[in-house]
């Protein structure tokens, strides 16, 4: 059984940056697409970025240019590299191997000065 555990979030003024990481455990993680996900208060969970086992990469457009998104399959553990941070970045962010529909507790970023 997949499970994902999320830390890194905090708050952190406008402009600023974060990396959020997400270790995940029960499955051959270099196998499988890992993506992060985020929801803001009172809107649905939104796609960032995900990531194929190989290290393919696709943003959505929001975070395009200031968001990396990276794994480190020895470890077993994903990561995103969130710059320039902008209020509207303010959410509960969350990584999920795409292949199950599985969610852990998920971290929050707060964006504001």
């Known amino acids: 059984q997949v499970q994902t555990v999320e830390s890194g979030g905090g708050l952190v003024q406008p402009g600023g940056s974060l990396r959020l990481s997400c270790a995940v455990s029960g499955v051959t993680f270099r196998f499988y697409t890992m993506a992060w996900y985020r929801q803001a208060p009172g809107k649905e969970r939104e796609f960032v970025a995900r990531?194929?086992?190989?290290?393919?990469?696709i943003y959505a457009d929001s975070v395009k240019g200031r968001f990396t998104i990276s794994r480190d399959n020895a470890k077993s553990t994903v990561y995103l590299q969130m710059n320039s941070l902008k209020p509207e970045d303010t959410a509960v962010y969350y990584c999920?191997?795409?292949?199950?529909?599985?969610w852990g507790q998920g971290t929050q970023v707060t964006v504001s000065s």
């Open positions: 990531i194929t086992g190989d290290g393919s990469p």
């Open positions: 999920r191997a795409l292949a199950y529909d599985k």
